[in-house]
């Protein structure tokens, strides 16, 4: 798994991103005390249900891994000429 350049920016895009789409989904917002493994977790996980990302194989879901998932996912989505991915 090679890290992706401004990962830990991307992740934080992905974030945010993530959590719009989930309340557009009609999941409630996630709450102040929400870890920031469990926004993770739940935001992968909705996105694999939806089946926008492709599901991490069982003994490779781990944070690190789900995180990464994440960033490559919304790395897809942003525009070629976006900051983030010079």
Request: charged share 25%; aromatic share 6%; glycine share 4%.
């Amino acid at each position: 798994m090679a890290k992706l350049k401004n990962e830990s920016q991307l992740l934080k895009k992905a974030m945010e991103v993530g959590e719009n789409y989930a309340k557009n989904r009609g999941y409630a917002n996630f709450a102040s005390t929400d870890s920031s493994k469990d926004k993770t977790e739940c935001l992968y996980r909705l996105l694999v249900n939806d089946q926008l990302i492709q599901p991490l194989a069982i003994d490779q879901e781990n944070g690190v891994n789900m995180k990464h998932k994440l960033a490559l996912w919304i790395a897809r989505q942003l525009p070629k000429d976006h900051p983030l991915l010079q």
